[in-house]
């Protein structure tokens, strides 16, 4: 569809609706459904300038994949000589994502103009001769020696980089990509503070070329299912993963802090395996009107790596209505223990808990060490890579983040709840009474 008709098309008429269509001939009519220029965001479609990278760092829901997937076949229709790299965090992610996805490179070309793939050989291929090849980020030496004239990387910040292997994926598909007139790389991702994020921003506006796009979950509204809003809305607002997750803003770590999101995002995983043992940790509160009652369930799997399950914490509850919220996780869980701080309270903590359930297994314990104190031998289970989270736990994950050595805590809220909570329970599973001297049973 020419340029001019479609200055035409999106100042003339305020909305886009189908009986515009009529106005249309027939080759443009099979055209206008296509034409992502037309239908996009302005936030989704390729920045003015010079640019070597453009780093699209959005929410979730904005529709980074589909800026991605489109710009692919932008390039790839235009140039038949395109050799396009498609990076994943893995070899399923770059197909069942990229390619393959709803919003991926497949769906998004029309139909007559549709390429062909060989998983087999890991490449898509236009009619008009054009390729992209699927690569693994977790295979930096795959992109040592292939040559490319552009290159889509997707979420970049959930590349691992335990080993600085997504570092050196970036950097090896870098000294590849030097097909062509003028090689470009589009990498799309939700913003966390991880080394790759950081240097390309870092880069943003200098000799290096690289071109910033932000924006949060609300902008593309017209196009996510309500429910979803209201759910990620509900679990995440008010959050600083929130703000991360749904806003798309980078929160930096606190310097020196126990946990960072970083190692939290390396150590999350969808997967659960049978459990051999589960744990609910509960930090009581000291009043109903006082902090939350932090309830954190964690299980040890059949592979001897531990995994925080579920945060069932409850805020302002009386001692009823928190107990039977453990009571509640308990069941729901199968758990062969609760194990509830008691230096608020002591003996009425085990009350209250019997009360809601006389069999409850329940096992109480006095701390004798500060929060941090007792959070730093777990925090390192973390770096080991035996505690892993089956999913996310946004106001958990920022009460760890707020952990600083030196008992300081300089996370949301009077006092960590959930940390506390989820400390118990995985000092339970996997430290045993090293993890805290003065354990005694009621």
């Not at 709803?102 to 793939?117: K, L, Q, Y």
């Not at 693994?136 to 552009?150: I, V």
Request: charged share 25%.
């Amino acid at each position: 569809m020419p340029a001019d008709r479609l200055d035409f098309l999106r100042e003339d008429h305020g909305g886009l609706s189908a009986d515009i269509g009529e106005t249309f001939d027939q080759s443009e009519r099979d055209e206008w459904h296509w034409n992502w220029p037309l239908w996009a965001r302005a936030a989704q479609l390729p920045p003015e300038g010079d640019w070597r990278v453009w780093l699209v760092m959005a929410g979730r829901g904005f529709g980074k994949t589909r800026a991605g997937a489109e710009w692919v076949r932008t390039i790839a229709e235009a140039d038949h000589e395109a050799r396009i790299a498609l990076v994943g965090a893995s070899l399923h992610e770059a197909r069942a994502v990229m390619v393959e996805g709803e919003s991926g490179v497949m769906a998004v070309c029309p139909p007559h103009r549709r390429p062909r793939f060989e998983p087999s050989l890991r490449r898509v291929i236009w009619p008009n001769g054009a390729q992209a090849m699927l690569y693994s980020a977790g295979e930096p030496e795959s992109l040592r020696g292939p040559q490319h004239s552009h290159a889509w990387c997707d979420e970049i910040a959930k590349w691992d980089d335990g080993q600085a292997q997504a570092r050196r994926s970036w950097d090896n598909l870098l000294l590849g990509l030097r097909l062509g007139e003028s090689p470009r790389i589009v990498a799309t991702t939700t913003p966390r503070a991880v080394p790759l994020v950081r240097r390309l921003l870092e880069q943003a506006g200098s000799e290096a070329d690289v071109a910033v796009t932000r924006g949060g979950t609300r902008e593309n509204i017209a196009h996510l299912p309500a429910r979803f809003i209201a759910d990620v809305e509900r679990e995440f607002g008010g959050t600083l993963l929130g703000r991360q997750e749904l806003d798309g803003e980078l929160i930096e770590d606190l310097p020196g802090a126990l946990w960072t999101r970083a190692l939290l995002e390396r150590c999350r995983d969808g997967a659960v395996p049978a459990m051999t043992r589960v744990i609910v940790g509960v930090d009581p509160p000291a009043s109903a009107q006082g902090d939350a009652c932090g309830i954190v369930v964690c299980g040890l799997g059949e592979d001897r790596i531990a995994r925080v399950l579920a945060d069932a914490t409850v805020e302002r509850a009386s001692p009823e209505r928190w107990a039977g919220a453990v009571r509640d996780a308990a069941r729901a869980w199968g758990a062969d223990r609760v194990v509830a701080e008691a230096n608020q309270g002591g003996a009425m903590v085990g009350a209250v808990l019997r009360a809601a359930n006389a069999t409850l297994p329940l096992r109480l314990v006095h701390a004798s060490r500060g929060k941090v104190a007792r959070a730093e031998p777990v925090a390192a289970l973390y770096e080991a890579g035996r505690v892993r989270h089956a999913g996310m736990f946004a106001r958990l994950e920022d009460e760890l983040c707020g952990l600083m050595p030196g008992g300081a805590y300089q996370g949301p809220g009077r006092s960590p709840d959930r940390a506390d909570a989820c400390v118990w329970a995985l000092t339970e599973l996997m430290l045993g009474r090293a993890g805290e001297p003065r354990v005694w049973f009621d």
